[in-house]
């Protein structure tokens, strides 16, 4: 089964979505209808409809578009982990089959000690025993605190997006790569090549300049632990869905056809325990 591991719905409201940028073209509603095509036209069986905003809400929203969309395989949705009812949050929010796991937006933290924080591991603690995944969502150099974070819950499924956000405009690719080595060193952890084209130069990225990253994140999480995800539409910024997808291809040739099928969809569908 072929799975996008990686995109995101939402009806547009600039108070509900204050990350975007106005005039951007993420500034209007992106909904199932927009990306059946998609996923068609990609050969892809379906996706994982991840968290885009910081609410309670956006779990109810998400799993209506799950149930009325079959395409939609799995939920990465939102709880308060800092919170004294993030536990019963949990439990209610893990009785539908349709959620895999939560995410918080750590990247958008000011406090850089965020995932440090007792409250915040409290509410991690509560997921395994859920069977749910946490997503990490981090820049690169939060991955210090990220593999502390990993070290201290072993039986805890994790899934890093976004490959850490590294400075690929730049070409820089350390201690990115160094800490990224460290953290794939825990087993529990997964990674998604995914949201790499919106850390490039938007405008002049090539596949090439992907390369080093893409080797990186393969060499050492190996093929077993990588997730395609197209990040869409937030990939819209920098790439089409059709081109990025063109450019992780051609950068896992070096794959066996097993490879390559888990990188697509296998990988996914067991890391989220997808039941369809």
Known sequence: MRIDSHQHFWEYSASQYGWIQPGSVLERSYLPRDLRLELETANMDGCIAVQARQSLVENSFLLQLAKENAFIKGVVGWIDLQSDEAADQAAELAQNEKIVGVRHVVQDEAD?????????????????????AYDI??????LEDAIDLVRSFPSQNFVLDHIAKPAIAKGTIEPWSSLIKILSRFPNVSCKVSGMVTEADHLNWDRKDLKPYFDTVLDAFGPSRLLFGSDWPVIRLASEYPRFLESIDSLATSLSPTEIDGLMGVNASRVYGLSS
């Not at 850089?112 to 749910?132: E, H, N, V």
């Open 112 to 132: 850089p000690d965020f995932m440090k924080r007792p409250s915040f591991r409290r509410g991690i603690a509560t997921l395994a025993p859920l069977g749910l």
């Open 137 to 142: 969502l981090i820049y690169w150099h939060q």
